[in-house]
Every structure is written in C-alpha cells, then in structure tokens.
C-alpha cells in the first residue's frame, strides 16, 4: 500500500485515504462548441496510457476532500512529486532534476554496503552452463 | 489402544529440548504416539520412527517427512483444533488441512491426520495414478482429455471434461478437505510502525537487530518458528564458536540482551509473508494453536479462550531488513521422493534442536560440504553413517571434513551418483554408479542397504520477500545463485538483504552483513549510529558454499523413472523435458504448464533445479531463462487473518434510515439497495407480498401513502454562483428558477449520457437544495467537488453533503394535503400558493423545523417531508397516525416502482445503462435552449448522438393484458425469429399495474418513438409476447393528479 503525501495537508498518509482520479492535466476546453468531433474525441477519451512517469490526479477523499497533481512510475508505483491543483506540470527538465534527486539519495543508502551480493557492483550475467559439476 | 512410549529414535546426546522435558501424548491416523513437550509434530513422528505421513498431490505416491521446516513440501496433514476431537471438528469447522507437520508445535492431546489417500496412508487405492502414471505427465489434462469427448465433437468434449473427467482428477488430485463449517476462531489485526523491520532471526538477523535497536531505532524483529537463532541452533558444538561461546550459547545472550532493548519488539512464531510498496509489511502471527484454552475459568497457564488464533500485523516500516536464509536443495534422481530421503540439514537439526535420529543406517549424497557437516554431526550423536557419496571430484571435497568423517568409519564415494531408491513405504537400499571423466555413470550399479538417504544439492537463497518488493535479481556465476540485485534507482523500497539470502553464507559473513545492513538501514531511517559496531569472532569451518544445479546423471531413461523435482506439485525431471520439448521456451510457460514452484510451495526446495533442467533442454544460461516471479504468500495464510472481524453482520456497514424501528413495528420485509436497507413492502396478516404491493398501489392512488424517502441523496449548494455551478453542471436552465421552486433536473456524464437524476429546490437566491438517486449519492457529490475544484475554481459556492443530515418522509396520493393539515405550522398548503414543484419552508409537528417539497414520484398530489434526522421518527409517526386515521397505508420501494412506472418515470440505472442520451428518455425538453455549454453537452452533437434510428424509452402493452414481460427480455420485429435475428432492444422495466389490471412495460426501442402502435415480439422462455408500442404515461397522461 502505497505512502501519499497531501500537498494541502502537509501528510504522508496511506494510500486507503486517497482516491485516484485519472491523468492529470487535461484541462477541459473553456468552450467545448468550437471543438470538433475528433478533438472533443481525444478530450473525452485519449490517455496517454503510460508505462513510467505519469501526472495522475488524486483526491484526498477521506482527508481534506481537495483533488491534486502527483506524478507516479506506472511501473514502480514511486511518486516523485505532488503539487496542488491548478500548478502547471513540471517541465522534463525539473523532473530529471527530481529523479537525479531521488537517486542520489539512494546510492547514499547503499555506498559502501556488502549485504547486496558482495562488492561486485552491476549486474553479471556471463552466459553459464546449467549444471556445476557434470 | 496403549500410547506407544517407546519413542525408539529419541537419542540420549544432548538437544535443545533438554532432558527434563515433559512427555506429551498425541495422534496420528488414530495411532496413540508420545512426544516431548518442544517437539514438532514432525520431530515427535520421527522420534517413533514413523517417516510415511502423506500421499502425493497426483500419483498418490507414498511420502516421507523431507525437511525440518517452512520448505517441507510433503508432510501436510489434516490438524485437528485443541480441546475438538475429530468428530466435533468436522461440525464445528476446528480442523485445519495442508498445515506442515515441521511447523506444528506438538501440545498433549494433540490429533492430526494424513490426506490424500483411502482407504488408508499404507493401502491408497489411488496410487494406481502411479501406475498409469505415465498419463499424468505436464500438460495431460489438456491434451488428453479436453478434445475426447464421445465422438460429439466440441460440445461432447467439453461435456465430457466439465462433468466426468475433471470432477474425477480433481477429486484424486489434491490436498486435505476444506471444513464445511464457518471457522468458529477468531481473529485479529493489528497496525504497527517502527523504523526497521528485520525478517528473520538467524544469525545475521539477529546482529542487524541488536545493532539497530543499540542505535535507537524502533526495531521489529520477527521469525517464523518458536525460538530465535536459525540454523545456529541445529549446528554441532565443535562446528562454530562465537565470541568463544558454543553458537547456543551465542544465541542465548543475543537474545537477553536484544531483550533488554526497549526498542526492540521480538516477536517469534510470525511469518512475513508479504512485502508491499514503500516499506508496507504483512505479518502473520500464531497466537492461538500453541496455548492451551481454558474455555470458561481463565487460570494459570491457559490463555483465555477470547485470545485470538492468528493476528494479521499490518507493519509499515521505515526500511526493512531482509535476513531470510536459504534453503537446502533437494538432489533431483530416482525414487528421491521415497519416505525416508531427507534434505542433510534437515536430519542435523532433527539430531541437535530435538535429540532425534532419522533413521539407522544413513547414506548421505551431497554435492555441496555443508552436508559433511551433517553427516559430523549424526555421527557425533550417535547415528550410524555408512557412506557418503560425492557428485564432486575428490578434489573438491572439504579435506579436513573428509578426515573427521573417515575415522568416524564413514565410507567416502567421490565422483559418483545414487542412480535408484529401493523401497517403497520407506527406504531400503540405494543403487550408486561411478562418474566418469564426463559425468556419465559408468560401471556396474552397487547396492547399499540403508533406511535413510540425506541429500544436499547446496543452498538457495531465500528471494521470495525480495522479489515480492519487486527488488531485481542477478545471478553470480561463481556461486551459481540468484542473488538480490542492487535496488534499481527508481525502486523506493528502503530494503537490504543480509546474510545468507543475499549470498553471504556462512556464520561471520552473516554477521558481518548484518552488521552492514543494519547501517544502511539506520542511513535510510536517518539515525546516526554513534556507537558502530564489530563483529565477535568466529571460528568456523571454511566451506565451500556451492552445490549442483538439475538432475543428476542416473543414466536412466528419463521417460521410465521418476526423479521429483516439485515434490509438493508432483513435479519430475521429465516433465520439465517434455514442456520444453513442446515448445515452453519462457521460464514462466514451464512453470505453467508442468506446475513447477506453484501453489502453496512457492518453489521453496524446487526453483533452482527446475530452471537448470529447463535451461539445458533449452541450451541457454540460466540468467538467460530467468527467475520466475514470486508470489505472496510465502507460505500459506490462514483466510481468517484477511477477514479479521468483518464476519457476518460486520462484514459491510449497515446503513438504515431514521425511521427504520417504525417500519420494522408496521413489519417491513426489507430489501438491499447497496448498503441501505430499506422496506421492500408491508404486509399485513394473510397477505402475498402481490397482495401488500397491490394494495399499497391502490391505495397511494385512491387515498393516500407514506413512504421513507430518506435514502435519497441529498447536497446543499451555498454562495452567489451557485445558480452558475448547477447551470453549468446539469442539462436543465436553474438561473431563472424561482425561490420557492423546484426542477427536475439531470445530470449527464461529458460523454452525454444520463449518470443521475434528481428534485433541486431553490431555497433562496444563493442556496439550493439538490437531491440525487440513493445509489448516486456519493458519486455525484465526487463528481461535484471535481469540477468545482478543478476546471471552474473561479465560482465561489460551497458544497456540503447532507445526506445523512434529513429525514425524508413522501406524503403521496389524493389525501396527502389532508395528512399535513394540522401537522405543519407556518405553511400555507393552499394549492395557489403551493403548488406542484412548489417548495417552502415551515415547521412540523410543534416546532421542529421542515423543508417542504411538493413533489411526486407516483403522479398523485404528492410531499416530501425533510426534517432533521433525529426527528423523523417522531414525524413519522405523527404522520403515520394520521394516514391511518384515512385508512392509508405505508408503503414500501416495490410499490413505488410500479406507481412511476405507470406514470413513465424513469429509474436511472434501470430504465437507462449508460448509453441513453435525454433525447433517448424522451426528455430532450429539459435541457436549457440557451445554454452555451453545461457538462456532457458538446457530445449530444456528435453523429452517433443524433443518428437516426437509436434506442428510445417507450411503453410496451403487452396485446393480452395477463401475460408479464420480464427486465431485460429481448424485443424483436418478428414472431418467432431465427437464431441470429437482431434485437431492436429491450424491455427495463415491467409489472403489473394493479390501477389498470393489466401488465406494463417500458423500454428501449430502436426508433421507438416513430413506432408507435406497431407491433413487436419479446420473447420470454419458450413463449413469444406480442406488444404494442406506446406512450410510456399509462395513467393520467394529461398528469391531472399531481395539480390538485
């Protein structure tokens, strides 16, 4: 279960207090009458169905009621950043710096550890035969 | 029947049981056995020399008890619940299959039985799947069975399979029987935090803990079996010294002085058994089976029976330490499965935590040094070991080790292979054949008598919690294992893995590890570990930690004999050719298709050796094949951890109405509408529920009925641009609603279709009372919020959900103005200045304050009363008095379903289902002309919106007025079409109309409304139903009624 923080309460609470609410910054037109049919098309129904980092609206329902932007890995379920409704998306400069941020902070985690199979860093992956001893 | 007490394989060296432990008494199968008090089940079997204790999943092959703990794949029994025998358990639902005999404490009194054989574990009938084994292999449902079906052809074949074969399988294929009675235990959830979680309490768990905790973080350190210390408490004395202590004795003062931390919660007996996103933890934790009861007088020892028997911990943890082990591997040759073959560790900590010999005469088959270590250890308690067979050169063997064991008398094998196990209920004799240069069995095959075999094919690290956090694996060529990979970047799981489940086998390296660990973890909680720590010393044997991978070579054709690789799924070497032989090249379509490391298992012994056979039919790597992916649990979960106390009426909240007691008193049968329950009707005495429903109609219509309207939901709208929201929000023109009146209005969604309808009042210039459907309640107010939110923040109006805030009481039929009179104050009901959709407020019932609707859902002159919640019963049954004074009635939801069917309103979600525009229900009058936009409005000009020939709501009079349509019926322009003949649409609504004396009907019609009169069929069962299409007001279509 996932750990989200509310930008309106300053809380990182789980995930069963909060409801997705689909993508996020798709604003709906002022006046839907000078679309046409394959524009309001889109509008209604083209996602971009994301396999990484996807803005996702989210509404605090059991907590303040107030909807937000969060972008989240489609895959990881990681949310680098959450930021009240109506904030412009950030751009994929700011984002890059987030990740960067996100995985330094990591690698300080992990510096110098030996628990993770050694000092061999990286992941070798030599082709091998199956069996050791025949 | 005496218990037998012999225990003739207890031995007199020294366990961890001690000497003066209680004796216990218990059985198996009915047979009387004695125990010691700390044994498992399996360790007490044992102790009796009783090795056979189950059938296998699907050849019903006979099965022996192989490991000593989490990973026996064979020895699942049927336990019978403390203080139940075997009779009352079956009633009362306190019996628990498939439970591992290695993890179940023995207590006295205990009874547990064998599964999946008949009539007896010695004599399964059944085994004949052993024989016509051959039929059995991977795939063979499928393939075999599937497409045979009696010469039908397709029909037949999935007859055959549905009803005959399958049933058949299923019922010789499997496991223990589920209880039929509800589990009379209960049981409990928790929620903890903490900032390290360490699962495992091995070696390195135990340093990591201790460190951690020293630093000041909140530490839960949890372990699945009773005692802390891992497979340091089944080590020989001579073979491991910590800190110049014998490792008990190490393990002993960790373990005081863990305890002496405050920090530090040890909790045994609890199983992670799944890891989630951001540190999120499931603990599950015996709390019940081990303890006796006390049903009744709580004293002493006994825990109250209240306790419950398994508590689900819901841990979030700021980082977790992983410390899970590894698992010995089972060698993969013929007959490995036969009752007394044994993983090597296993028979070691049977020996040391238990004081219990395996057998009498040991053959030992390793192909990795851990397994000398064993065979040191039998030896040194006493068990005879004749020979130990080497897969390796005598090169690779543990020089010192081999020494120690000849003069203990042991034959040592190099460089060659068990080819056969004889003996079928328990282990006669072994078959062995020398390697040559190749690894080829050469030579003749020389028979060794024994009753037990100890194999160890080396040691898997344990990823399964791991790769459940989605940590990433890589292999390492050198010890040929899959290890935890370091934690991709945009992984946030604050997770490390220590000691030998990372690949840091061996007693320093798991301290050392843990030591480590416990310092990333501290860096990831954001502790300063001031102290630091060092590890003690360790003397231990250097030993190499690799072993084999796949079957061994036993030169036997692999089709003619059975070398299990998934003991627990039935899974052999051959089965995993034959996938692959069949084209299975993903890891995961072998898994499927054989079944290997599925189920309850998860793999925990076969894993390894699946993927190597796989690989090499395939002639890839291994890494190049893959991991398959873990699955939570790790091991198998009692359901009642999930359920915890959401059982029976708590299972989902109960929502009922205010004035719920007063339609219990005037004996409403209820119905569910989601969670509301809410009076389906009211008989009186002798009367069908027809009867009640009829009458309550007829009733409503000639004189007068209440109805509990509170369900419906209800929003306040409050501010200067509320006029503007609604405006924008529903299809209908609110800005020019007067104050005082109200407007039916509806909602779309932007894809233009009916989501919601509802009554909105205007109470004053800048505040409006909206109703919704009951079940629309929360939805519309979400779906409020949102747009108010989000896409027009600019309009200053506020939002409240008032739902729960109003009774609401409905006043309906030609006498509803004379049930108010007298009642309210400060209400004039005169129709000039209330008329229909009219609304005021007043007070009821001696100043209790009320919003009035004057509304109808039943087309009669018709109120709904709003008051406080608190007061609806008392309004009620003000009201109520009143109506029976005029011999009205109460009425429940079916009678007014028929009262607005008769009238043409619609039941959105009934008469629509998401694809019906307004135009469709006959209801395109409703939307505001001179609206630019309001929510769903773009889409009603799309083409599709406006082409011709869509569904619409019509009325359908059935030509012979007693026959009855049914919801959903299809209706078609012919009298008994072909098969294939498209529908033009169908039937949402149909009763009988008790006003009219005949059956009515609405529904959707392609083109309906330029049919009317014409003729359609709907055909329900074997009879077809001519109707006519008309109008869908069948009473009082001028709607004279409701302006009276």
Redesign the interface.
């Known amino acids: 279960?996932?750990?989200i923080s509310c930008p309106y309460c300053q809380e990182t609470r789980?995930e069963i207090e909060f409801?997705n609410?689909g993508e996020a910054w798709l604003?709906?037109p002022r006046?839907?009458?000078t679309?046409n049919?394959e524009q309001?098309?889109d509008?209604?129904y083209g996602r971009s169905n994301t396999k990484g980092w996807l803005g996702e609206?989210w509404?605090h329902?059991h907590g303040c009621?107030?909807?937000f932007n969060a972008i989240r890995?489609t895959v990881?379920?990681?949310i680098i950043m959450v930021s009240p409704?109506?904030t412009p998306r950030p751009s994929d400069s700011e984002l890059q710096k987030l990740?960067a941020a996100?995985?330094s902070e990591?690698?300080?985690?992990?510096s110098?550890?030996?628990?993770?199979?050694?000092s061999?860093?990286g992941?070798?992956?030599?082709?091998?035969?199956?069996?050791?001893?025949? | 029947m005496a218990y037998s007490t012999k225990q003739a394989y207890r031995t007199n060296s020294e366990s961890r049981l001690g000497k003066e432990t209680r004796t216990v008494k218990f059985k198996f199968d009915g047979r009387r056995y004695t125990g010691l008090e700390g044994d498992s089940l399996a360790s007490a079997l044992l102790a009796n020399g009783v090795h056979l204790v189950g059938r296998s999943f699907k050849y019903h092959r006979p099965r022996g008890i192989m490991a000593a703990g989490v990973e026996e794949p064979n020895a699942l029994i049927t336990l019978v619940g403390r203080h139940s025998t075997a009779k009352s358990a079956i009633r009362s639902g306190r019996i628990t299959p498939n439970l591992r005999a290695t993890q179940i404490e023995l207590y006295d009194g205990l009874e547990a039985y064998s599964q999946n054989r008949f009539p007896s574990l010695r004599h399964d009938l059944q085994a004949a799947n052993g024989w016509f084994g051959r039929f059995l292999v991977a795939g063979f449902y499928y393939k075999t069975f599937k497409g045979f079906g009696f010469g039908l052809g397709r029909v037949g074949a999935s007859f055959a399979w549905s009803r005959i074969y399958e049933p058949l399988i299923r019922r010789s294929a499997g496991l223990g029987k589920a209880p039929r009675a509800s589990d009379p235990d209960h049981y409990a959830q928790f929620y903890r935090h903490c900032d390290v979680l360490v699962v495992g309490g091995g070696a390195a768990g135990l340093s990591a803990a201790l460190r951690a905790g020293k630093a000041g973080a909140s530490v839960i350190l949890c372990d699945e079996t009773p005692h802390l210390g891992g497979s340091l408490l089944d080590v020989e004395n001579d073979s491991v010294h910590i800190d110049n202590k014998y490792a008990g004795q190490w393990v002993k003062s960790m373990v005081k002085e863990i305890a002496a931390i405050k920090s530090i919660t040890v909790m045994t007996r609890t199983q992670c058994f799944g890891l989630f996103a951001d540190g999120f933890a499931a603990l599950s934790q015996q709390t019940g089976d081990h303890v006796p009861r006390n049903h009744g007088q709580s004293e002493g020892a006994a825990a109250s029976a209240d306790l419950p028997r398994e508590v689900l911990w819901q841990v979030r943890a700021k980082a977790t330490i992983l410390a899970t082990g590894a698992l010995e591997r089972p060698l993969v040759f013929p007959n490995n499965d036969r009752p007394g073959v044994m993983l090597a560790s296993a028979a070691e900590a049977y020996l040391s935590r238990y004081g219990v010999a395996v057998g009498r005469q040991v053959v030992v088959f390793t192909a990795s040094d851990s397994a000398y270590g064993s065979a040191l250890t039998l030896v040194g308690g006493g068990v005879k070991v004749t020979h130990l067979i080497d897969l390796r050169e005598a090169a690779a063997q543990p020089r010192a080790l081999v020494d120690k064991l000849r003069e203990a008398g042991v034959q040592i094998i190099p460089k060659a292979s068990i080819t056969m196990v004889h003996g079928k209920l328990r282990v006669k004799s072994i078959q062995y054949r020398r390697l040559d240069s190749l690894g080829q069995p050469q030579g003749a095959e020389l028979e060794i008598p024994c009753d037990t075999v100890l194999m160890s094919g080396g040691w898997t690290p344990s990823l399964h919690l791991h790769s459940q956090a989605r940590g990433t694996v890589r292999w390492e060529e050198a010890s040929q294992n899959f290890l935890p990979a370091a934690p991709k970047p945009h992984l946030n799981f604050k997770l490390v893995s220590a000691g030998a489940c990372s690949g840091r086998f061996g007693i320093a390296n798991a301290l050392d590890s843990g030591l480590a660990a416990a310092a990333t973890a501290l860096k990831m909680v954001g502790i300063t570990d001031k102290g630091g720590a060092t590890r003690p010393k360790v003397v231990e044997r250097p030993i190499s930690w690799q072993g084999h991978l796949g079957a061994v070579p036993h030169g036997h054709d692999p089709r003619r004999v059975k070398a299990f690789v998934d003991f627990q799924n039935d899974v052999t070497e051959r089965d995993l050719l034959i996938a692959t032989q069949e084209g299975m090249k993903s890891i995961e379509h072998v898994k499927r298709y054989t079944t290997t490391g599925m189920a309850t298992d998860q793999g925990k012994t076969s894993n390894l050796n699946g993927m190597a056979i796989a690989a090499e039919a395939l002639n890839r790597p291994i890494p190049a094949v893959g991991l398959t992916t873990f699955r939570m649990p790790y091991t198998p979960t009692s359901f009642g951890i999930f359920a915890g106390y959401a059982r029976g009426n708590l299972f989902d909240p109960i929502r009922i109405t205010p004035m719920h007691r007063i339609a219990v008193e005037q004996g409403a049968v209820f119905e569910d509408v989601g969670q509301w329950k809410r009076a389906f009707y009211f008989p009186r005495a002798g009367e069908s529920m027809h009867d009640a429903v009829y009458r309550e109609c007829l009733t409503v219509r000639q004189n007068v009925g209440l109805f509990d309207a509170s369900t419906l939901g209800k929003i306040e709208i409050l501010g200067p641009d509320s006029a503007e929201f609604l405006e924008r929000f529903y299809i209908n023109p609110w800005k020019k609603l007067a104050t005082g009146r109200c407007r039916y209005g509806i909602l779309l969604n932007e894809a233009g279709f009916i989501i919601d309808d509802g009554v909105v009042a205007r109470i004053a210039e800048d505040r409006f009372h909206v109703t919704t459907t009951t079940g629309g309640a929360a939805r519309v107010f979400a779906m409020m919020e949102d747009y108010l939110q989000t896409e027009w923040p600019e309009l200053n109006c506020w939002l409240t959900s008032t739902s729960e805030q109003f009774a609401v009481i409905a006043v309906q039929g030609p006498n509803a103005r004379n049930v108010l009179t007298g009642l309210v104050e400060g209400v004039d009901l005169n129709p000039t200045v209330l008329p229909h959709m009219g609304f005021v407020q007043g007070h009821i019932c001696g100043g209790i304050p009320m919003r009035l609707f004057r509304v109808s859902f039943s087309g009669e002159l018709g109120f709904e009363v709003n008051i406080p919640s608190a007061q609806g019963p008392l309004v009620m049954a003000a009201l109520l008095a009143k109506v029976q004074a005029l011999k009205g009635t109460v009425y429940g939801t079916e009678a007014m379903h028929i009262l607005r069917a008769e009238k043409g309103y619609i039941i959105v979600g009934q008469d629509t289902d998401g694809t019906v525009t307004p135009d469709d229900a006959g209801m395109a009058g409703a939307i505001g002309k001179n609206k630019l936009d309001f929510v769903g409005k773009r889409s009603l000009s799309r083409p599709d919106m406006i082409a011709p020939n869509r569904k619409q709501l019509v009325g359908l009079l059935p030509k012979e007025p007693s026959l009855a349509l049914e919801d959903g019926a299809q209706v078609v322009a012919m009298n008994n079409p072909p098969a294939g003949t498209p529908a033009l649409g169908h039937v949402t609504s149909a009763y009988y109309s008790p006003i009219l004396g005949r059956n009515i009907a609405m529904g959707l019609v392609m083109g309906g409304r330029a049919k009317m009169g014409e003729t359609v069929y709907i055909p329900i069962g074997d009879k077809t139903v001519a109707a006519e299409i008309v109008n869908p007001v069948f009473y009082d279509p001028t709607g004279d009624r409701v302006n009276v």
Do not use: N, Y
């Open positions: 279960m996932l750990l789980p409801r609410s604003v709906r006046d839907p009458s679309l049919d309001w098309g509008f209604l609206r509404r329902v009621g107030r909807f890995h990881t379920d990681q409704s109506g990740i996100r995985e990591m690698q300080a985690w992990h110098g550890e030996i628990g993770f199979g050694g061999a860093p992941h070798d992956s030599k082709p091998s035969s199956a069996k050791t001893t025949k």
